[in-house]
């Protein structure tokens, strides 16, 4: 990591052309995947990233520079290149830096890295077994684990310099059932931002079973038919329906230029009453939790709507510069080849007061999608998507027999007022969400939901 | 980082106890701007390198890869490699290539890094300027942006191979924001070029412009099963998608049904399927694959009947064939894949408008969305949002928003009718995907 003097003078580099705010953002992250394939290990990696990212603003102007050469020469050439950038001449600053490490609220027990090969691909091996002996269909077992242990130091020209850990580990199973015709799949991925013991604290035989009972049932599913129906969206990560319909939309991102369905509707209705949402980067050990975000700020417990009103947006710094509004901590990136943006952490429908067998007992014929994909959206006209993974007919209020290659789309400020039924019980799923600033870790959630009309896609 | 680190790795290994070992270094430096109001508004200059090591040990292929390239670095590559390859069960040999083949290197010649930071952004600023002139309706310009990047790769073993190749490429692209009575379209459009002499901003800048004018009155359609048009840009992202599926790896897993069916119909017989590194419409090939093996032209599916599946060394030699020079590794940090180079479906005869006229009734389907989840790569299965043009009649007579395509990957390339002539590239990647639009029967809309 960065000593001051080294920091201070390559900020003074940054700012000698005129800009306002200078930032580094330093990387050294570890990862390793191991693979197993047909029950063996097929393949096992290990990377490491190690680089730095200059930033520099003058009013609403930015510029963004990567390199990994970390000698002092290759520092501050890369800070000249971006300083080049924004400006001609401008006077020199100076900078005192004050050393900080980020209050950690994630505590990790076992570093990915200090466990031993062979543990982690025997509970690859136990999740294999169990997604085979679950039905002789099942074909193919691919499982995986991966490891992340980055290290991030934040230092801008304000005068803050502070570290982070943050420690991932993520296990994946998809069993793919076959019939000679056809293939289908099914999976589970849980992660968190902890240590290998969320590994060892989960049921892997279930996860195997899970993954192949999916697999399983949809190949005996028929096609999902085609049309506008009432839908029940399942807890977890049925919440994959808010983070694209709504969510996207709320980050300043979209909202500093304009680009956004949601522009100037704080403190206005957008969504039917029975909806409250939440985006909170706090939660201890959650997949998509920080202790502080990518520009250095702490994360912070948003409520993005209550009873049906917007209440906040995702801000990251730059645009809170464009929108006249401080930060709430959504500044996220992938690594250090990125500039940071507002992204969501952990985002969510609030638990309602609806019961959740009555939403299917009186939804009359529809679809119950029990298990979702991962979807879209663009922003601009709030237009949506997102694929079902394992979905049920509903005949007269009862779930009448699994049908597949169902998706779902509508316009997101549309869709939001549609919603009829909130039930009383959530839970959050794990997801990487892809944006402009990269792939970062997100949690997304709800409690069981009832659409009363959105067009399924089917055949 | 110096070619010295290249050979102090190799013989680190070696003296660590591997029996044979592989070095793959990349090097890349890109810049991007993206203009709004006339000026400057975002700017990335970036450089980055990294260097791997693959070798057998115990026999079994251990990896590791790192950006720090240094002494301490390289030893704990070493080391990490050797305790990945103790982790490994499988047993199938992992063959590393002794160079021994020719390959076709074309002469390089930059044509991108000769503009100068200014000049790229005043490109921009140019085509930003185009596209609010282009129409009243354009509100405003957001991500307009010029981009260029190099790159360079060397790949060398203890078997003799020593290879290395340079490429460079540019981009611009942009998206207006419509205006259409209350609510708001964007329409876009992209460009790569590997000479900034084949780069016209008006064009780029008026094609997106009555990219997104074109939808203005878009509203959904009946539901049903009706004869659809595929246009090309969207026909070469159906073919990215499901590309894994002519992975020998994908085939040998299970997880492709085009396993064992070399020789017998796959696709209506007006299909053929090229993969040709040396194709001169796009930018995506080179002379050697990631494993250093010769790159080279080659028909996946001739006049429907299904010819190879896609190799590299490892799965070549399983099956007992040769390699295609198929094997995929677009960055330092990648393990071995399979993936095509150029991957593109040979044009046919007919214009656009005639395959309105087969079409008859039906609609033409100019965007996909959420490939990602709505389309499932191991089963083929797709539903996914779209959008188009309502066909009547033979002819285009409105936009068509909010409904989805349904299908198999696999029925659609049995279902095609007709294949257009209009052979169209997408951004290319690691890989460049390419179609020509077509005529499918069978496919699902779910609309109204």
């Known amino acids: 990591m960065l000593n001051n003097t080294l920091a201070a003078e390559v900020l003074g580099k940054a700012l000698s052309t005129g800009g306002d705010f200078a930032e580094i953002f330093a990387e050294d992250t570890t990862s390793q ?32 520079a990567y390199t990994n050469d970390l000698g002092r020469e290759g520092l501050l050439r890369c800070a000249a290149d971006a300083a080049a950038a924004i400006g001609e001449k401008g006077e020199s600053r100076d900078i005192r830096l004050t050393r900080s490490i980020a209050p950690n609220i994630h505590p990790v027990r076992l570093l990915p890295g200090d466990v031993d090969g062979k543990r982690k691909a025997a509970a690859l091996l136990q999740m294999d077994k169990a997604a085979r002996d679950y039905s002789p269909e099942v074909v193919q077992v691919s499982s995986s684990f991966s490891g992340k242990w980055q290290r991030v130091q934040i230092i801008n020209s304000e005068g803050l310099n502070v570290q982070d850990e943050r420690v991932y580990v993520r296990v994946r199973v998809q069993a793919i059932a076959a019939s000679g015709a056809e293939n289908q799949t099914g999976s589970r991925s849980p992660g968190a931002l902890q240590g290998y013991e969320f590994v060892e604290g989960l049921d892997l035989d279930a996860l195997g079973r899970g993954a192949a009972q999916s697999a399983v049932t949809m190949l005996h599913a028929e096609n999902c038919p085609a049309g506008q129906m009432p839908v029940v969206i399942d807890d977890g990560f049925g919440g994959v329906i808010f983070h694209e319909a709504c969510g996207h939309s709320l980050e300043a991102t979209s909202v500093a230029k304009g680009n956004s369905v949601f522009c100037g509707k704080l403190g206005k209705p957008i969504a039917a009453p029975c909806v409250s949402a939440v985006d909170d980067g706090t939660m201890p050990g959650e997949w998509g939790s920080l202790n502080i975000d990518d520009e250095g700020n702490p994360t912070q417990r948003k409520q993005l709507i209550k009873d049906g009103v917007l209440t906040s947006y995702m801000i990251d710094r730059l645009n809170g510069r464009r929108m006249g509004m401080p930060s709430t901590g959504s500044g996220r990136r992938q690594d250090y080849s990125y500039a940071p943006t507002s992204r969501m952490n952990n985002t969510f429908i609030c638990e309602g007061s609806d019961d959740e067998e009555e939403m ?25 998507n997102f694929g079902v993974d394992e979905a049920y007919l509903v005949r007269d209020g009862r779930i009448d027999r699994p049908v597949r290659g169902a998706s779902l789309i509508g316009k997101g400020h ?17 997801g990487m969400c892809g944006s402009m600033s990269g792939s970062v870790p997100t949690n997304v959630g709800q409690p069981r939901i009832r659409v009363s009309q959105i067009t399924v896609g089917g055949r | 980082m ?35 109001e006339g000026a400057v508004e975002d700017y990335r200059v970036e450089s980055q390198q990294g260097l791997s090591l693959r070798g057998l040990y115990g026999g079994k292929m251990g990896y590791a890869s790192t950006e720090a390239v240094d002494e301490d670095g390289l030893e704990e590559l070493v080391r990490a490699a050797k305790e990945n390859a103790a982790l490994i069960q499988n047993e199938d040999e992992t063959p590393l290539h002794d160079g021994s083949d020719t390959i076709e290197q074309k002469p390089y010649e930059d044509k991108i890094s000769a503009l100068s930071a200014k000049e790229k952004i005043d490109l921009a600023i140019a085509m930003e300027k185009y596209a609010k ?9 957001h991500g307009c942006m010029i981009g260029t990047e190099t790159s360079y790769r060397r790949i060398r073993n203890t078997l003799g191979l020593d290879r290395e190749s340079s490429g460079s490429l540019g981009f611009a692209g942009v998206s207006p924001i419509i205006r259409n009575g209350d609510n708001m379209l964007s329409g876009r459009h992209f460009l790569a070029f590997d000479d900034f002499a084949k780069l016209d901003v008006k064009d780029v800048a008026e094609q997106a412009v009555s990219d997104g004018i074109s939808y203005i009155g878009a509203s959904s359609m009946p539901s049903g099963a009706v004869p659809v048009v595929i246009r090309n840009d969207t026909m070469a992202v159906f073919l990215g998608v499901f590309a894994g599926i002519f992975s020998a790896a994908s085939a040998d897993r299970g997880l492709s049904l085009l396993k064992g069916k070399e020789g017998t119909a796959v696709a209506a017989p007006c299909v053929t399927l090229l993969d040709d590194p040396f194709c001169k419409d796009a930018y995506s090939g080179a002379a050697f694959d990631g494993e250093g093996v010769a790159a080279r032209c080659k028909a996946v599916i001739e006049d429907g009947v299904f010819r190879t599946l896609l190799y590299d060394l490892k799965y070549a030699h399983k099956a ?9 590794r677009p960055s330092y940090a990648s393990t071995v894949g399979i993936a095509p180079s150029n991957f593109y479906i040979r044009p046919g005869e007919n214009s656009r408008e005639e395959l309105f006229r087969m079409a008859g009734n039906g609609v033409m389907i100019t965007d996909v969305m959420g490939t990602h989840a709505g389309a499932n790569p191991v089963s083929g299965d797709f539903s996914l949002a779209s959008k188009g043009f309502l066909i009547q009649n033979g002819k285009v007579v409105r936009p068509v928003e909010q409904i989805t395509v349904a299908g198999n990957f696999y029925k659609l ?9 209009d052979l169209y590239f997408g951004l290319p990647g690691a890989c460049s995907f390419g179609a020509p639009s077509v005529l499918v029967d069978g496919l699902s809309i779910a609309g109204k």
């Open chain 2, 2 to 36: 110096n070619e010295r680190m290249i050979d102090r790795l190799l013989e680190m290994a070696k003296r660590a106890g591997f029996e044979q070992a592989e070095a793959y270094y990349t090097r890349g430096e890109s810049f991007q701007a993206s203009v709004q």
């Open chain 1, 360 to 384: 299917i007992r009186t939804m009359g014929d529809g679809l119950y999608a029990c298990r979702m994909g991962g979807g879209s959206v663009n922003p601009v006209t709030g237009e949506f």
């Open chain 1, 33 to 64: 995947g191991i693979v197993v394939l047909s029950s063996q290990v097929e393949n096992a990696s290990t990377g490491r990233q190690r680089g730095v990212g200059i930033r520099i603003y003058k009013g609403l102007n930015s510029v963004y």
């Open chain 2, 320 to 328: 007992g064939v040769a390699s295609t020079g198929n094997a995929s």
């Open chain 1, 414 to 430: 549309e869709i939001l007022w549609n919603i009829d039924r909130v039930g009383r019980r959530m839970t959050m799923a794990q």
């Open chain 2, 413 to 421: 390339l049995e279902g095609v009718r007709a294949v257009g002539s």
């Open chain 2, 133 to 141: 002139e282009a129409d009243e309706r354009v509100l405003r310009v």
